[in-house]
């Protein structure tokens, strides 16, 4: 069984504490290791640390960071076996609930668990690595009356792969997420009728192999520009109404035609699972609804680090990963006294940027820097500042764009401010390189 | 189909607010009294959709029914409180002036609710309301200030009150349209689709059906027309961005569309008022919304459509006389409760009183109980105790300490203990423990919950509904 532990050895006193046992805390853990950190622990609300990643069944993770392709439960137990070859220990079925800094900079993680209580866990520095939710319903306006039937694809992909149950027979999903794309594949190979996948936007929000792989491969239809404009039904939900929209994202019901369904999916986006974050009053990105941070990953609070979906939301966990590593190493280096000077140079998003996480850098060091594009564009050129440009095929909103920097690129830089912006590559003269 | 037949002296038609708040003062006496409601639970037709206000009292027109009860019903809501463990808190409220015409407005509701005896009305000027709350919009010139009004959570406060009910004794039949009235030399039967039930007396208070039950029995003076109010819910972090209830001056229909900070903190912003013909029309609109947010924008500008959690509609039973229509009817035993509009919520338990003083004129016998309980347990509500309280609960019952929904901090215990209390839906546990109420709206909580529902239920997953009927949550795979 995957990641079963209980909490037989834990100490009461760590170096690393990380919050959440999915992806990006396994990750944080296994780089507080790296750093020397000694005494890690990671808390999972769950009875078996993997995070979202259990309900992942379906293939193509890892393709990035092993080089080749894992189920998620594949990609959890890899890096659960190191977790615990790393000699971390493992607190499941726990819930943080809170964490309090002394004025020595010493925190206590309150951590509520069936068998131990209440317990105010002491660490020198913490990672959040509670990942996201889905955006539901209300987030975006659906009217019409409120019946059973209308899930999150991530609930439904629960009900499916985890319990045993179907969230119906007759699917309509509307967004183009990846995980509203993995949903029609999966319940269509258990034999519902998935009439057709609506993106409001004139493209999809999930990675171009799995409209292929899901829809294309299924015969399910994917209308763009197109959005549910009415929900029909008392008890159970019974038809929605789709309509095309107009410019301003406005439906056209003139144009609108009703779908039998008995269960409407939602796949409209994810969010930060910010409670814990908001509780600690961290300042917070309002475009990722992340927490701000610097370029060692450390959010507003001093010793508290982030990475993973909590800090923004990545479309592959390899990269997950990959900024786990880096968080949990600063953090682990941290509990160990290494105290940095405070970032100078602010990163801003310029043109065609929605976001840029880390949102500050600092000289002297290799950056990794994880963006979002507004809109698609082919070709073009990624710039930071005056810095460096580089040139890109091609960028959809639905893919992060990972831009490493050189430790000495910002030492010849002496301004407090660099904006990235992404432009159209004009006449394919600009080179490959920076 | 098993067709029993039992023998009341009060059947109250309806489970809402008023039904419960009735059969629990009759519980006082020695009685037998049924409550007989069409869906899953108490509470599920235009209770649950309430916006939750309890009014001071200044509000209703002058020489109104309503506006009698509605002063009596706010008095006894802290006595109410206590011994049902409601939700409850008086935040007060703000009639504010958008327009100088307004300024007169306040003065004439100042002296109507003085007159009714509402107690400690004030003028505010413009400095003070927006010292008060300052994150109104800054040109509003003035406001009524009424420290009596409150908020409660309205399916709380009728879950309790059918918990007092059945605690002494009432009687519940749930999942019961009453589809035909009979009457007789003996009283009224009323027939469900699965048993027909006897009784003395029979209590109208079907809410938007009320003259369909009242046209069963032979009564058609009166008919309802169903008046939806759509509402929308937003992001607790909005909490504290206003303190006291925010109204406009009255308008034609309504009260208007107000910003109610709801009992649990997150402000909730509604409703409209749109006469509608379809007595089940629950939808939310496009028009709704724009209406709403565009007024409550002008109300405070920092509100806006991109907080929405959750937005919902229910229906008013609006009378055709505008007004409660309480007392009996031509036919013996037959009594209206019907027309209940607002301020039904605030006046339910007045209303409760002054229909027990009716069935007593029409010559029901009271015998108060001798062992009358008066108190029942409200529930746990683990997220809003400090850490040591916190500490003990879990001490008590390791169930506390497993989170089933995160968002709102519901734990395990109170997923039982709703259910111990008569949750049996989705949303039965959802408006008792207010697992799923929160940003993620059930993403996280409702497998947990199907699961805790289905075991406690001893029924298959697959019949856990989320309200009743055919709300059907999840199908079994074809092997």
Known sequence: MLGKMEATKWQGKYDVVVVGGGPAGMGAALGARDSGAERILVVDREAEAGGILLQCIHSGFGLHYFKEELTGPEYAERFLKRVLDSNVDVFSNAYVSGVATDSSGIKQVRVMNEKMGVQAIETRSVVLAMGCRERTRGSIRIPGTRPSGIYTAG??????????????????????????????????????????????????????????????????????????????????????????????????????????????????????????SQGLGLALDPVTSGPVVSSTLETSMPGLFACGNVLHVHDLVDFVTQEALLAGRFAGEWAQGVRRPRDNIKLTAGQNVRYCVPQTL??????????????????????????????LRFVVPAEMITLKIKPDLLERFRGDSLEINILPAVGGGSSEEE | MNHHSSRYDVAIVGGGVVGCAIARELSRFELKTVVIEKEAEVGFGTTKSNSGIIHAGHQSPAGTLKGTLEVRGNRM?????????????????????????????????????????????????????????PNLAKNLLGALYAPTAGVINPYEFVFSLIESALANGVTLEIDSPVEKIDTDNHGLTLHTPHKSIQSRFVLNCAGVFADRIAQMAGVGDFSIRPRKGEEYMLDKRLKGLVRRLIFPVPQKTTKGTLIIPTFDGTIMVGPTACDVDDREDLATTYEGSDEIFNFVRRLCPSIGERDTIT?????????????????????????????????????????????????????????????????????????????????????????????????????EAEIHEAIDHGARTLDGIKFRSRAGMGRCQGGFCTSRCIDILSKRLNCPPTAITKRGGGSWVIKEMDS
């Open chain 1, 362 to 391: 600092a000289p002297g060091r290799e950056h990794t820097i994880y963006m979002r594009c507004k809109e698609p564009m082919k070709p073009c050129v990624l710039k930071v500042g005056d810095l460096m440009e580089k040139k």
């Open chain 1, 155 to 276: 609930l439904a992909q629960k009900f499916v792969n985890m319990h045993g149950y179907l969230p119906g027979k007759r699917i309509v999903i509307l967004g183009s997420g990846d995980i509203g794309l993995i949903m029609a594949r999966r319940l269509a190979l258990e034999g519902c009728e998935v009439k057709g996948v609506f993106e409001i936007l004139p493209y999809s929000n999930g990675l171009t192999r799995n409209i292929v792989q899901c829809l294309d491969d299924f015969g399910i239809p994917l209308h763009l520009s197109t959005t549910v404009a009415r929900i029909h039904g008392r008890d159970r939900i019974e038809k929605v109404t789709v309509a095309p929209v107009g410019p301003g994202l406005q439906p056209d019901l003139s144009r609108s035609w009703d779908i039998d369904c008995d269960t409407l999916l939602l796949s409209i986006g994810l969010i930060p699972e910010n409670e814990l």
């Open chain 2, 77 to 133: 809501y802290d006595r109410l409180c206590e011994e049902l463990g409601f939700g409850f808190s008086r935040i007060g409220e703000l009639v504010v002036a958008m327009v100088p015409e307004d300024l007169a407005v306040l003065d004439e509701l100042k002296k109507l609710g003085e007159s009714r005896g509402v107690p400690g009305l004030e003028i505010w000027d413009k400095a003070r309301l927006h010292r008060e709350e």
């Open chain 2, 311 to 411: 937005e919902f509609a229910g229906l008013r039973a609006v009378s055709s006389t505008n007004d409660f229509i309480i007392g009996p009817t031509k036919i013996k035993g037959f009594i209206n409760v019907a027309g209940i509009q607002s301020p039904g919520l605030t006046a339910s338990p007045a209303i409760a009183e002054y229909v027990v003083e009716i069935l007593k004129k029409e010559g029901l016998s009271l015998i108060p109980k001798k062992n009358f309980l008066t108190h029942v347990k409200g529930p746990a509500r683990f997220a809003l105790q400090h850490l040591e309280a916190q500490k003990e609960l879990i001490q008590k019952d390791p169930r506390f300490a497993r989170v089933i929904c995160r968002c709102e901090l519901v734990t």
